[in-house]
Structures are given as C-alpha cells and as structure tokens.
C-alpha cells in the first residue's frame, strides 16, 4: 500500500496562495497547485477538528451542526506553521487548527462537491 502513504505525502505539500471573500460569509481559498477552494464559513466551523469539538479518542464529532450559531463570523485567521490554519470564530471558539489537507478534504467547491447536502428547512416550533 505505498502508493497510499505517497498520496498522504502530496496532501502535505499543499498550501494557500491567497485568501479571499467570495460572497458574503463564503471564504475561497486558492491553492499552490491552482485549485479554488471556498468554504461556507458557518461550514467551515461546523468542522473544527479541536479537541473539544471531535473525542480525541473516538473520532466522534461532539459539536453537532445545531450548536453553531446561524450567523457565525470568522473574526481572524493565523498560519500555524507551513501545515495549518487557525480560525477565530466569533463564538470566541479559536482552539481549532485545521491543516491544509483537511482543508482540501472538506473543500465546497463545485468539482470537490458536485452534489450539495441540502439544509433541512427548519420548522420547529420553538
Ligand atoms: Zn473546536
Ligand atoms: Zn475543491
């Protein structure tokens, strides 16, 4: 299974070029190798891979989908490294860092995410 371990290896090698704003809450992100990348940043949060939002354990997503605000803003963005990227949320939630091939993992693009999942219209009566 080396051809595995060697596409593990290429993931790593990628990084951003430019960041920028899309749309309204929609970040894109473009990569070395010229792929454009955009994130629903509500998204973006719902994927925090820290230790309080996944079991470090288990793999088990503790953060469901409902627990993040609907409008959600990502207030700042720092380099962790040359592997990562850590978000601010304004939440106050910053303890995520999320490398660049989760990044490109759970890329929203067109071409990575030809079928969107659709956002069940909430009606519950509160
Ligand atoms: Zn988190
Ligand atoms: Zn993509």
Not at 13 to 29: Q, R
Request: charged letters at 25%.
């Amino acid at each position: 299974m080396q051809w595995k371990e060697a596409a593990r290896m290429t993931e790593i090698l990628y990084e951003p070029k430019d960041m920028s704003w899309v749309d309204k809450g929609v970040l894109g992100i473009e990569w070395n190798d010229g792929h454009k990348s955009v994130y629903p940043v509500r998204y973006l949060r719902q994927q925090c891979p820290c230790a309080a939002c996944v079991d470090e354990w288990s793999g088990v997503r503790r953060l469901q989908p409902d627990d993040v605000p609907v409008v959600i803003m990502l207030q700042d963005v720092q380099p962790v490294g040359r592997y990562a990227l850590q978000f601010t949320w304004s939440d106050g939630h910053d303890t995520g860092i999320y490398s660049y091939g989760l990044l490109r993992r759970i890329c929203q693009c067109d071409v990575c995410q030809p079928v969107k999942p659709i956002e069940p219209r909430s009606r519950r009566l509160l």
